[in-house]
């Protein structure tokens, strides 16, 4: 990769050449290529989890059981494997530790980590269920091409969080990933459900790729009228001597373009998954921001008590009232209290002005300290969104190119059949 008078990279023919010979892959070898590719890239940096232990998500598993209410149900489960890098360094090779993990599961660490670390803009998960599908594809959840494609997502999210310098040293991540049971009893002894505002858990969103979505329609459209061409020039070689085997060949050839679109149609969705991905972080992105207005808000309700208690005081110590109060009215109608009541509220309220002190103290080094640290990790997330959208959007349009050149040789060799007739 070189670099261009600014000091940014530029692509060179040879990066040329590795990209088109990454396009050129086939579907099931591009997600294990990407995966370690993303492993490589996140382990650069400060010591981490995952620079400490491999993890990876290996397979997918269907299974049957009973819910909550006793009713029968299938679900799938995902195998979490785990390996030493210090046993690996001394020339080890041991069999990874294995534990099963459900869907459900994957969200509840996520939740926590949301609640616990309200300043980091969280990986998030790949979608529980299809909210959209190609033409070739199933919208079963229970579909093996939708539960590989959201097994790389789970493992996506692991290598994500295990990769950042501050989730990566969550205690509770690493008993995710090694206890198989008692987990969920460490998660729930946190107390985090009880710490997360109301507010924060109804924030949520679903997305959808929908301008993707109609880019692949039209494009299934265009490759499905070849499939016409090729029924036609099929049917017409039948009646036609001379012009036959030309009719036929140019019939083979259009028929040959129009079934590609299922193998190009997984591509558009691996990098659709890709786009997906930063489209949730949307969600995490505007959790952080809202933790800050609600920190915000807390403290300026902090403030306004704080001055309301100051100017009661100020009223009682020196008898003048400066706003309409019920209180007032009274102490007209039937008097002023007794110095004894009025030295007790004025004991008491100089104890609910230390206290609101303190407690616009504490709101000011929390919203300051969520800025910085917000700040910070939306740095770190905003290099991390620009390296991979741009890597994946050179390799969509390296795959786009190859589509094209491939669309132009079909039709030259239907030329080519037209001109031998």
């Not at 020039?233 to 039948?238: D, V």
């Not at 001597?241 to 997984?266: F, T």
């Not at 109608?333 to 030295?343: C, I, M, V």
């Not at 491939?406 to 001109?419: D, H, M």
Request: glycine share 4%; with cysteine.
């Amino acid at each position: 990769m070189a670099e261009d008078v600014k000091g940014g990279p530029v692509a060179t023919d040879d990066d040329s050449e590795q990209l088109a010979a990454i396009a050129s892959l086939s579907t099931s070898v591009r997600p294990i290529l990407c995966s370690i590719k993303l492993q490589l890239t996140l382990v650069e940096g400060s010591c981490t989890l995952l620079q400490r232990m491999e993890i990876c998500v290996a397979e997918a598993e269907k299974r049957s059981g009973k819910n909550a209410v006793n009713m029968q149900e299938t679900f799938t489960v995902y195998l979490i494997e785990t390996r030493s890098m210090d046993a690996m360094a001394d020339g080890r090779n041991p069999a990874p530790d294995s534990l099963w993990r459900r869907y459900s599961e994957f969200e509840l660490l996520r939740s926590y980590l949301i609640v616990a670390y309200p300043y980091i803009v969280v990986p998030p998960l790949p979608e529980k269920r299809a909210e959209f599908v190609w033409h070739k594809l199933s919208a079963d959840n229970m579909d093996p091409d939708f539960v590989e494609r959201r097994r790389i997502g789970l493992e996506n999210f692991l290598l994500r969080v295990a990769s950042h310098r501050v989730l990566s040293n969550d205690k509770i991540l690493y008993h995710f990933l090694t206890e198989e049971h008692s987990w969920k009893e460490v998660v729930y002894e946190t107390g985090f459900q009880a710490k997360a505002d109301s507010r924060l858990r109804a924030l949520s969103a679903t997305f959808r790729v929908r301008n993707t979505h109609k880019v692949a329609d039209r494009l299934y459209g265009v490759f499905k009228v070849h499939g016409n061409y090729g029924r036609v020039f099929s049917e017409w070689s039948a009646i036609e001597r001379e012009m036959g085997d030309g009719l036929q060949s140019a019939g083979h050839h259009m028929d040959a373009y129009a079934a590609s679109i299922d193998d190009i149609l997984e591509e558009e969705e691996h990098y659709a998954d890709q786009l997906k991905e930063y489209l949730f972080y949307a969600e995490a992105l505007r959790a952080v921001c809202r933790k800050h207005e609600l920190t915000q808000f807390e403290l300026e309700m902090a403030s306004q008590d704080l001055v309301s208690k100051k100017q009661q005081r100020e009223e009682l110590a020196t008898g003048i009232v400066r706003t309409f109060s019920f209180k007032g009215m009274t102490n007209k109608l039937f008097g002023q209290e007794a110095p004894e009541q009025r030295e007790a509220r004025l004991k008491l309220l100089e104890e609910l002005i230390a206290e609101g002190e303190d407690t616009v103290k504490d709101k000011t080094v929390e919203c300051e300290e969520h800025i910085e640290r917000a700040w910070e990790d939306m740095e770190r997330f905003e290099e991390q969104r620009d390296k991979d959208l741009r890597e994946a959007l050179i390799n969509y349009a390296v795959m786009q190119i190859s589509m094209c050149k491939k669309g132009i040789q079909v039709w030259n060799n239907a030329k080519e059949c037209f001109l031998k007739m």
